[in-house]
Structure formats: C-alpha cells, structure tokens
C-alpha cells in the first residue's frame, strides 16, 4: 500500500471501504458529518463532500473500490480533517496529464481530480502502475 509521510499526530475517526454505489453515499454522508462536528460551515461541508465524492467515484469507477481513512489532527497549526483514500487498482500512468482540466482516460468529464484539488487546503497524490492510486486530502477548520 503506497504510504504518505506524517508528521503530526492525528485522531483515527474511521476506516471505510467503497465496494458499492451506496458506499460512495453513505461514507460521504459520514464525512459531512464529521466536518459539521468540528464546525465547519455549509459551503465547507459541502467542498469536502464534493471532494470526496469525486475521489471515491474514480476508486469506484477505474480501480473497482478502495479503502478510505478518515482522521481528524494538528496539521501545520490547523485543525484539519483529512481524508485518504487508496485503492490497489491500474494506478495512474501520466499524473500530470491527469491532473490537468478536461484530461480522462474515459467518458468523463476530466474535471474530478483537479476539481478536487482546488476545493481542498491540501491534496497529495501517489499512484504506482498496476499496484493503485493514493490521494490524501486536508481542509482546515
Ligand atoms: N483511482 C484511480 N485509479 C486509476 N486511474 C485513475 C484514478 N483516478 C483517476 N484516474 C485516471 O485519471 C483520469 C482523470 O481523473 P478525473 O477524475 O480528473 O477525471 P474523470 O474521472 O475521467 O472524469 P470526471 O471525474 O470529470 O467524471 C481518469 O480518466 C483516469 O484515467
Ligand atoms: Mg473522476
């Protein structure tokens, strides 16, 4: 499992695996949740949730699932809710390309990673052909 380094201590909130549509649902709504509890606002709430739902739709979608990790810490003075999820899909052969607005490998719309990274404070992506795709999100309370 591709790894990204820590340099803080954070809260482990919950493991969640995406295998179904309705997990991509139901682990959103969790997520949402957690992001209320720390007392983000609704525009916050609802970047996060996009956020997630994109990355959870593309774990769905080219890697047939994956895991989600949700923790809760000190992140470079903030209160960050963070948000990592891996997959032991295709991984992804050109990250570049792939970051890149309107880029897909298929009938997508290629906005789904890039969009994503601009709706959150911190986005990190590791990916490793034929061994899958790890992206960390962070948005700051
Ligand atoms: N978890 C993943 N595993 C393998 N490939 C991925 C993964 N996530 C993204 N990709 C690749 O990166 C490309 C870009 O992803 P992105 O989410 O930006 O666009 P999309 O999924 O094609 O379209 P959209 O999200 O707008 O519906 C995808 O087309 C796919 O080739
Ligand atoms: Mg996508």
Redesign the pocket.
Known sequence: MLEFPYNTDCDLLGKFKIDTEYDIVTVRQVIRQYAKDMGMGIVDQTRITTAVS??F???Y???GG?EVLIERGEVESHNALIVT?M?Q?????NLE???SDG??????????????KRLVDRFEIQ?VLNE??T?RIMKWK
């Open positions: 994109e990355l739709r593309n774990m979608n080219y890697a994956g999820c997959d899909g295709p991984g992804i052969e390309l792939a970051m880029f897909t490998s298929g009938q997508g719309m290629g906005y789904g990673l890039p969009g994503t990916s899958g795709t992206v």
